[in-house]
């Protein structure tokens, strides 16, 4: 606060038209009664001013990263967690009126005359003494089924996918706001200063995919250092982060002091925050030219290790790779990790699709949470793995078993989430015996964000930020912590 | 016209009532001033004892109306009604003396200090009536009991809810509402609206009804400006209804997936910043100073002087930034410096901090020499010293941590039954020696990508 008086006294171009009034008011008495009547009157006014000291929770937390294996294009749940009998004793039955109660759907089935129940044509069985139900699709994560918390009653009100990725990464079905990882990145600072506090990884899959747009790991209003970086696999992870040919380690230390000291004259001139931003930025990127190929490079790691998340993770840019790159940057203090594995929307040839979807995440998500464990990560590391909505019960176009799609669902999907303060082996929420709607606990995005938060030592209804004169926050003006998570 | 004065005047009364609180403040100056100057041997003046026998009389009338108000009167209210009366009747005797000019003064000043003293029980009674019984009570330590290891729920837990947010309102001498809740008898029995309680019916209990009513309803519990219950709270009195709304139920008579389990539980949890609360205090600016580009020093939560320290490799390597940690030494709790090529003086850094809690080891050049100087960490939760060069001999150390809870030590020179002895001594310790082998086997076989070639 006095800093930043400082600098306004210094330049008297760093007013805002707020602080300008606010200024004015010492001169005009009326105004200097009005601030004793209403204590707050130009206490927020400036601008940021009133920004709270941020880098540190408002609780002890229990976890202090997130890993978050994001399924995009939307997996089905009746082909992974949420097992229903009745769709195979009613397969081609029409889904019942009183379970759809007529609510929207897409307009690839709105005009749909049938709605046939399908049933998954892959098995299921109950694993670990959770007794979860985890379908054939996902050997690897059964072997896990203690470690993770199954939900099976997220639900949510898009019903596309932008919306509906958008939402889940913002907190909004429209875009602009800040994505999740520059949320917490805005509230806990980095763990590591050498390195971004939000990655962004992502990978492919054979099936029908969705478009990934860099607005979901956009930091939106906040500060730009809080904007999520895609590492790209291969030569360069991060673009233009390599000096050019002939450009020795030092000259480059020569020009960034240039640079610097000419953005300093620059901000005494202007007293432009942004400024401050850019040459810390500089200075970050400098550091990165270091740390980066340190942290990508998997070569050191142990045969044993590469056998666990497969062989794949020695090919750059499979899911298994980033996999194994997320418990790397997780180890060095990255706090958001994001990848993104594209694919999952399976409105047509759902099985085949889905088998091959699974193959690429299912050995390598499932190692990676024992991976964790054994380095005493899952004390302090939330993995999270869903995607943005599910999927219907009934059949999409023409009912053949053999061949069959699903189209989008968001009444009711099941994520899996594991360590970093949520309790192992739980199997929360439930839908009806349809899997249509959610009839027990239900979880909503916003809820997911607020408990997501919580882990963190956040308390989502404090962590504002103010733009356009209003209070903004992940959660909005909803969201409720589900305590029964918790561990 | 006789109906609606008939109406109206209880109206009337009920206003008249209301100005209590404000006339009653004159007589008491205008009294005590009277009594001064009479015991100081002063004449009193007629007029000031004209207006303070009045104005006495007027708040009693007052006080009259306003306590038909409250349909139960409690004790308070008892004693502050006939002191009160009393007062203003003593008060019209001294006047009526003061007229007759009595030629023995000494009547009157007996008659002026039993004044003084009914005047200072009457407030007193009036204010307990109005800001509540211990309102004047010296201030103690709130220091909640402990809530004993296998609690009575009603007697341990839901009464002492009530007590912390209700009792003040719903006492034997403030029955708002007509409602007690001091004792299960009485909160079963009810209030004017009754049904407060309805075992196992918790929907259709109005005390649950007015807990979840918006803060701003006129109904809600507690009311506008107090302190409302917060989620668990309400959820344990919800349950606890819903099972019967029992006396005798224990915590270990429930099953453990009932959701009172996991509520009692977390209310008997002591809150985790508590234990921190005598640290050292630590300026922002000393941690800004310690702070560099790769080592990051943070508090645990806001406002707390427990940190946690994560040190990075830097490219050149020079212990002084992670040794610059002993000013604030007693403060670290958490302790990161995994992956450093850590020597004897770092080690010589993490014994004095003697707070620790959580220390990363792993993946440094330590040995059995290093681990020994951790024996004095009584603190210490997790360890992890996995990927170094620990051996039997520093699991002997580890052994006697008894706070420690887990312990990451696979790919060390420690030989399996040491470890199995640890396992079988140490029951309520986690040693995590690695991935199951059965399961590892299981991973290698069906890897996704060689199934296919």
Known sequence: MMEEDKIKSENPLKVNRRHFFSQLSVGIGSLALGSLLIPDLFKNSAGQIAQPTLGIPHFAPKAKRVIYLFQAGAPSQFETFDYKPILRERMGQDLPESIRKGQRLTNMTANQDKFPLMPPKVGFQQHGESRTWISDFFPHIAKIADEITVVRSMHTEAINHDPAITFFQTGSQISGRPSMGSWLSYGLGSENKNLPSFVVLTSRGKGNSQGLYSKLWSSGFLDSKHQGVLLRSGKDPVLYLNDPEGISRSDKRHLLDQVSSLNKLHHVETGDDEIESRIAQYEMAYRMQMSVPDVMDVSKEPESIIKLYGEDCQVPGTYAANALQARRLAENGVRFIQLYHQGWDQHGNLHDEMEGQAKDVDQASAALVMDLKQRGMLEDTLVIWGGEFGRGNYCQGKFDPNNYGRDHHPRAFSIWMAGGGIKPGLNYGQTDEFGYNVVENPVHINDFHATLMHTLGLDHEQLTYKYQGRRFRLTDVAGNVIKDLLA | ?453
């Open chain 2, 1 to 453: 016209m006789i109906f609606e004065s008939y109406i109206e005047l209880p109206a009337l009364v009920a206003w008249v009532g209301r100005w209590h609180p404000l006339i009653l403040h004159f007589p008491i100056v205008l009294l005590l001033i009277g009594i001064f100057l009479g015991l100081t041997g002063k004449k009193v003046p007629k007029k000031l004892l004209t207006l303070a026998v009045l104005t006495a009389l007027i708040t009693a009338i007052s006080g009259f109306f306003l306590g038909r108000e409250s349909e139960t009167k409690g004790n308070l209210l008892f004693w502050h009604q006939w002191l009160g009366g009393g007062l203003a009747l003593f008060a019209a005797l001294w006047y009526g003396l003061e007229g007759l000019q009595l030629k023995k003064p000494i009547y009157s000043k007996i008659l002026q200090i039993v004044l003084l003293v009914l005047i200072l029980f009457t407030g007193h009674y009036g204010g307990m009536v109005t800001h509540g019984e211990d309102f004047l009570a010296l201030p103690v330590n709130k220091k909640e009991e402990k809530i004993p290891e296998n609690p009575l729920i009603y007697a341990h837990v839901v009464d002492r809810i009530l007590e912390n947010n209700c009792v003040s309102c719903h006492n034997a001498n403030k029955q708002k509402g007509q409602l007690l809740m001091t004792s299960l008898d009485n909160l079963l029995k009810g209030g004017e609206v009754g049904n407060t309680i309805i075992p196992s019916d918790a929907e259709n209990s109005e005390l649950i009804r007015r807990l979840h009513l918006p803060l701003e309803d006129e109904e809600h519990m507690p009311p506008e400006g107090k302190k409302p219950l917060d989620e668990r709270e309400i959820k344990i009195l919800e349950r606890w209804i819903a099972l019967g709304a029992s006396d005798t139920l224990r915590l270990n008579q429930l099953e453990d997936s009932e959701p009172l389990v996991a509520l009692v539980k977390g209310l008997m949890e002591p809150d985790p910043m508590e234990k921190w609360k005598n640290l050292p205090k630590v300026a922002d600016s000393t941690l800004q100073n310690l702070a560099s580009d790769y080592l990051t020093i943070n508090r645990i939560a806001i406002n707390s002087d427990a940190l946690s320290a994560a040190a990075f490799l830097p490219p050149e390597y020079d212990p002084q930034y992670i040794l610059n940690l002993k000013r604030v030494a007693q403060n670290i709790v958490e302790l990161d410096l995994s992956g450093l090529p850590l020597g004897p003086q770092e080690m010589g850094l993490v014994a004095q901090c003697t707070n620790l809690e959580w220390l990363e080891l792993d993946r440094t050049p330590i040995t059995d020499v290093e681990i020994d100087t951790l024996k004095n960490l009584s603190k210490l939760r997790l360890l992890k010293v996995y990927d170094t060069k620990i051996g039997d001999k520093g699991v002997g150390v580890l052994k006697e941590l008894q706070s420690l809870k887990s312990l990451y030590l696979w790919k060390t020179n420690t030989s399996q039954n040491v470890l199995d002895d640890l396992k079988s001594t140490r029951t309520n310790l986690i040693v995590d020696d690695g991935i199951d082998d059965e399961v590892k086997e299981f991973f290698i076989k069906s890897d996704s990508l060689v199934e296919e070639q």
